[in-house]
């Protein structure tokens, strides 16, 4: 599948290309691989013309960032992601030079730990799906941790996630 400008997959949702029970059912396979990964927030990033839209997403921090905020392609690990088609689990986010702190400003938040799994659609990447382990800006709590299988679990979430689009998308031309 070929994204222009006028199908960009962060298009999807708000053009009705993906409807109402098939964003229930994204949500719902983003809920249950937090829950078994002990993740806070999950989010669904669609790529745009030149950014990643944070398009679906769940835990207490996705009303606030969910639909508001971009975050640019050339910056931060769910750019890196998108672009390298290749996942990261990442224990010591702080320290990756690749990390964008720019929605944990906004959100008064440390990301501690994230995976973050590109998202195939035919052949294509559309985006990615990312989980995090967050604390309040100024707590010293000590950071949790992803271990290897919660990343299998987001990745296998990906492939259902990118199952459930290409048929919406497919059954809506």
Not at 87 to 115: F, Q, Y
Not at 124 to 133: L, N, Q
């Amino acid at each position: 599948m070929t994204y222009t400008p006028s199908t960009h997959p962060a298009d999807w949702i708000s053009s009705g290309t993906v409807d109402e029970a098939t964003c229930c059912l994204l949500r719902e396979l983003l809920q249950r691989a937090a829950s078994a990964t002990r993740a806070e927030n999950t989010a669904l990033w669609l790529a745009g013309e030149d950014h990643l839209h944070a398009t679906l997403g769940t835990g207490p921090h996705a009303a606030h960032f969910v639909g508001a905020f971009k975050q640019p392609l050339d910056r931060g690990i769910v750019s890196l992601v998108h672009a390298s088609a290749q996942a990261v689990c990442e224990n010591a986010i702080a320290s990756n030079p690749e990390h964008s702190p720019v929605l944990d400003k906004r959100l008064g938040i440390v990301t501690d730990a994230m995976i973050a799994v590109p998202l195939a659609i035919s052949g294509s990447i559309a985006g990615v799906i990312t989980c995090v382990h967050t604390r309040p800006e100024g707590q010293s709590s000590p950071p949790a941790e992803f271990r290897p299988r919660d990343l299998a679990e987001f990745e296998f979430a990906a492939a259902c996630c990118g199952r459930i689009l290409e048929a919406a998308i497919l059954g809506a031309h």
